[in-house]
C-alpha cells in the first residue's frame, strides 16, 4: 500500500542555518509528491511538488527532488529564516491506487534569532 | 478567487449531541476530502467525495460519521452523538481532479470541542 514515512521533530535550528528535513514513501504506483506547510493559527498550503522521477520543486528558497531510487523526498533550504517557523508534511497522492492522499505526520520546525 | 471556506470555524457541543460542520469548496473542483487533525497529531483522512459520490469511505472512524455532497460542491460532515474523543480540527480539502499531481487546497478547518 502506500505510506509516508517523515522526520519526527520537533526540530530547532538557529537563523541562518541548513535545514533538511527527511521524507520516504512506499507507493505502489506512480505518485505525485507534496510539501506542504501549516504556519502558525493559519490552515495548510502547498509548499511545493513534483509529479515523476528526478523532478525538483521549489518555492520561497525550499527545495525537494524526488528520488525513486531511494524513495525519498527529503525538504531542504540553504538558510533559515524565523519566518520559516511552521509544521511541515510531506505528501502523496497515486492515481493508481486511488485518490487518497496520504500525509506524514508532520515535523515542527522552530527557527531562533 | 475564493478559497475553500469552512463553518463554522469554532464549535463547542455537549458530549451526546449532533453537529454539522460545512465545507464550500473552490467552484469547478470535483473532488473534496474531509480530515481530521488531533492535537500535534498528523492528518487522519476521513472521506473522499468524487463529484457527488464517495468512493473511499474507509476513514470514517464509526457509525457516528457520515457525510454528503450535493450539486458537486458542499459538503457536510455530520456527527452523531458526539463523544469527547471526537474534540479536534475537521479540515476540508479540494482538488481539481482528485489525486495525481493536483494539489489540494486546505480551509481553515473547524475547531471542534466536546464537553
Known amino acids: 500500500g502506500n505510506s509516508v514515512t517523515q522526520m519526527e521533530g520537533p526540530v530547532t535550528l538557529s537563523e541562518e542555518a541548513f535545514l533538511t528535513i527527511n521524507c520516504t514513501y512506499t507507493?505502489?504506483?506512480?505518485?505525485?509528491l507534496f510539501w506542504y506547510v501549516q504556519y502558525p493559527g493559519e490552515g495548510l498550503q502547498l509548499l511545493l511538488k513534483?509529479?515523476?522521477?528526478?523532478d525538483k520543486g521549489s518555492n520561497k528558497g525550499f527545495e525537494a527532488t524526488y528520488r525513486k531510487e531511494t524513495t525519498s523526498f527529503h525538504l531542504e533550504k540553504g538558510s533559515v529564516q524565523v519566518s520559516d517557523s511552521a509544521v511541515y508534511f510531506c505528501a502523496l497522492s497515486d492515481q493508481d491506487t486511488g485518490n487518497q492522499f496520504y500525509f506524514g505526520t508532520g515535523t515542527s520546525l522552530t527557527v531562533i534569532p | 478567487g475564493a478559497g475553500v471556506s469552512q463553518s463554522p470555524s469554532n464549535k463547542v457541543t455537549e458530549k451526546g449531541k449532533d453537529v454539522e460542520l460545512r465545507c464550500d469548496p473552490i467552484?469547478?473542483?470535483?473532488?473534496l476530502y474531509w480530515y481530521r487533525q488531533s492535537l500535534g497529531q498528523g492528518l487522519e483522512f476521513l472521506i473522499y467525495?468524487?463529484?457527488?459520490?464517495?468512493?473511499?469511505k474507509s476513514g470514517l472512524p464509526s457509525d457516528r460519521f457520515s457525510a454528503e455532497r450535493t450539486g458537486g460542491s458542499v459538503s457536510t460532515l455530520t456527527i452523531q452523538r458526539t463523544q469527547q474523543e471526537d474534540s479536534a480540527v475537521y479540515l476540508c480539502?479540494?482538488?481539481?481532479?482528485?489525486?495525481?499531481?493536483?494539489?489540494?487546497?486546505f480551509g481553515p478547518g473547524t475547531r471542534l470541542t466536546v464537553t
Open positions: 513534483a509529479t515523476k522521477a528526478d
Open positions: 467552484s469547478g473542483h470535483t473532488a
Open positions: 467525495f468524487q463529484g457527488n459520490s464517495a468512493p473511499d
Open positions: 507507493a505502489t504506483g506512480y505518485p505525485s
Open positions: 480539502a479540494s482538488s481539481l481532479y482528485g489525486a495525481g499531481p493536483y494539489e489540494q487546497y
